[in-house]
């Protein structure tokens, strides 16, 4: 996509402090991170949504997230890490370009849990409905 930042920056066309890079996906430092060594890691193919990709590229991306996960945490010496992606708008994702962050993460930091992300307090009566509903989804 000519007007994506992510494209831009795997062409050259835009620097970045780029850390790791595979035949896949690349990863580089977040210009505007949450915590010292927030990372990106990207697919070097063009996906909006994580949900756009198939299964062996969604594993391919992930492979190299988990490279990138050891290194960041070795390399800063970390006691954990936040690992997620925004999967579309109304998911907080700003960049359309599949992303995956790796936020450093230490004790007491004061940062939450996957979980604090949004916390609707949804009915619980209908689980096995759900559970049916989302099995028939799966291919």
């Given at each position: 996509?000519?007007?994506?930042?992510?494209?831009?920056?795997?062409?050259?066309?835009?620097?970045?402090?780029?850390?790791?890079?595979?035949?896949?996906?690349?990863?580089?430092?977040?210009?505007?991170?949450?915590?010292?060594?927030?990372?990106?890691?990207?697919?070097?193919?063009?996906?909006?949504?994580?949900t756009d990709m198939d299964e062996e590229d969604a594993g391919k991306l992930f492979a190299s997230v988990n490279k990138v996960a050891k290194a960041v945490e070795k390399a800063l010496n970390l006691e954990g890490s936040n690992i997620g992606l925004?999967?579309?708008?109304?998911?907080?994702?700003?960049?359309?370009?599949?992303?995956?962050?790796?936020?450093?993460?230490?004790?007491?930091?004061?940062?939450?849990?996957?979980?604090?992300?949004?916390?609707?307090?949804?009915?619980?009566?209908?689980?096995?409905?759900?559970?049916?509903?989302?099995?028939?989804?799966?291919?």
């Amino acid at each position: 996509m000519d007007n994506c930042i992510f494209c831009k920056i795997i062409k050259g066309d835009i620097p970045a402090k780029i850390v790791y890079e595979d035949d896949f996906a690349i990863a580089f430092l977040d210009i505007s991170p949450c915590t010292e060594g927030h990372t990106v890691v990207i697919p070097k193919q063009h996906f909006e949504k994580f949900t756009d990709m198939d299964e062996e590229d969604a594993g391919k991306l992930f492979a190299s997230v988990n490279k990138v996960a050891k290194a960041v945490e070795k390399a800063l010496n970390l006691e954990g890490s936040n690992i997620g992606l925004n999967n579309g708008k109304a998911a907080g994702q700003e960049v359309p370009h599949v992303h995956v962050h790796i936020i450093p993460r230490k004790e007491g930091d004061n940062g939450g849990a996957i979980q604090s992300i949004v916390k609707t307090y949804p009915k619980t009566d209908n689980l096995e409905e759900l559970k049916e509903k989302i099995k028939e989804s799966v291919k």
